[in-house]
C-alpha cells in the first residue's frame, strides 16, 4: 500500500485518531459551514480503513431517502482526490477496502429506530444531520 499524506486544515481534528482521543468513546466535532468537519471525517474513515483489518464503519444520516443523499459522494469524492481508486471498491450501497476488508455502510436514521438498536459489530458509527 502507497503511502498517503493526510492533510488536515486544523490540529483539532486529530481528535478522530486514537492517539489523541485519549479512549473516548464519542467524540463531537461542532463548526460553522465550511469548517471542514465532513471532509475531516471522511479522510479520517478513509484512512482507519487502509489502516486496520476488517474495521466495520456506518454512515447514518437523519434522513435519508437514498444513498445519493447520504456520505457516500463525499467518501468517493475524497477516495478520488485523495487518488485511492485502486485501493477502494465502491458499489450501489457499501465502499470497501480491498487489502483490509474494511467495510463502510450507510442508513438512514429517521423512522429506522428499531433497526439502529440491533447494530451490532460496527467499530465506528458516523451520524450526520
Known sequence: MREVRFDYPSPKFRILYPEYSRGKKHI??????ASTKSWSVAMALLDHCRTYNGLQVM?????????AESSKRLLDNTISRLGLNDEFKSTNTYIEHRETGSFIRFMGMEGNHESIKGLESYDIFWVEE
Open 28 to 33: 463531537i466535532l461542532k463548526g460553522g459551514r
Open 59 to 67: 454512515c447514518g444520516r437523519e434522513v435519508q431517502n437514498s444513498i
